[in-house]
T-cell receptor, first 115, second 108 residues
Framework: SAVISQKPSRDICQRGTSLTIQCQVD?????MFWYRQQPGQSLTLIAT?????????ESGFVIDKFPISRPNLTFSTLTVSNMSPEDSSIYLC????????????FGPGTRLTVL | QKEVEQNSGPLSVPEGAIASLNCTYS??????FFWYRQYSGKSPELIMS????GDKEDGRFTAQLNKASQYVSLLIRDSQPSDSATYLC????????FGAGTRLTVKP
């Protein structure tokens, strides 16, 4: 398994500002992902963070709004830009464990509230 | 559109009973199947993975996979109040797709 930490755990932000969320994995992983989860809803994949290249975004998510960095095999950041109250959500980082079993593990999440 | 369907519940069972959670998926080429448990306010925790047809048991948990019927289930024996959570089914054939989750309540 992989142990994943995220910072910050929660934040309250003003409309129009940006927040960068950090994700650190305790071992090298090939694939890292960013999800969003609204209260009572399932997980929505925002993008796959690729090491050494641009992130791959899912339909409905764009790089200008959610820029992602992946400078090495253990670290990634997600920025939520020009925030609005609709961006209030839990943002989750996950990583694919180094095995043949496609097991994905999640960080503790970042609870974002935009006023 | 590749779909993973779960009964949203809520599913309520008495303590000590068997809880049965079901999931169907639409993509026949899916190779890996997972169950995650998510407590309120926490992130999903992987509790079971299954890759071949049949049953896989781990403690009080049994995952069942039927690829012909495109169906995967999770049985929780001797349910405890601490099992009360939302259970997410996930299916992977490269990229992972999650169901909406089934909320389980185990009543003492």
């Amino acid at each position: 398994s992989a142990v994943i930490s995220q910072k910050p755990s929660r934040d309250i932000c003003q409309r129009g500002t940006s927040l960068t969320i950090q994700c650190q994995v305790d071992s090298q992983v090939t694939m890292m992902f960013w999800y969003r989860q609204q209260p009572g809803q399932s997980l929505t994949l925002i993008a796959t963070a690729n090491q050494g290249s641009e992130a791959t975004y899912e339909s409905g998510f764009v790089i200008d709004k959610f820029p992602i960095s992946r400078p090495n095999l253990t670290f990634s950041t997600l920025t939520v830009s020009n925030m609005s109250p609709e961006d209030s959500s839990i943002y989750l980082c996950s990583a694919l464990a180094q095995s043949n079993y496609n097991e994905q593990f999640f960080g503790p999440g970042t609870r974002l509230t935009v006023l | 559109q590749k779909e993973v369907e779960q009964n949203s519940g809520p599913l309520s069972v008495p303590e000590g009973a068997i809880a049965s959670l079901n999931c169907t998926y639409s993509d026949r080429v899916s190779q890996s199947f997972f169950w995650y448990r998510q407590y309120s306010g926490k992130s999903p925790e992987l509790i079971m993975s299954i890759y071949s047809n049949g049953d896989k048991e781990d403690g009080r948990f049994t995952a069942q996979l039927n690829k012909a019927s495109q169906y995967v289930s999770l049985l929780i024996r001797d349910s405890q109040p601490s099992d009360s959570a939302t259970y997410l089914c996930a299916v992977s054939e490269g990229d992972m797709r999650f169901g909406a989750g089934t909320r389980l309540t185990v009543k003492p």
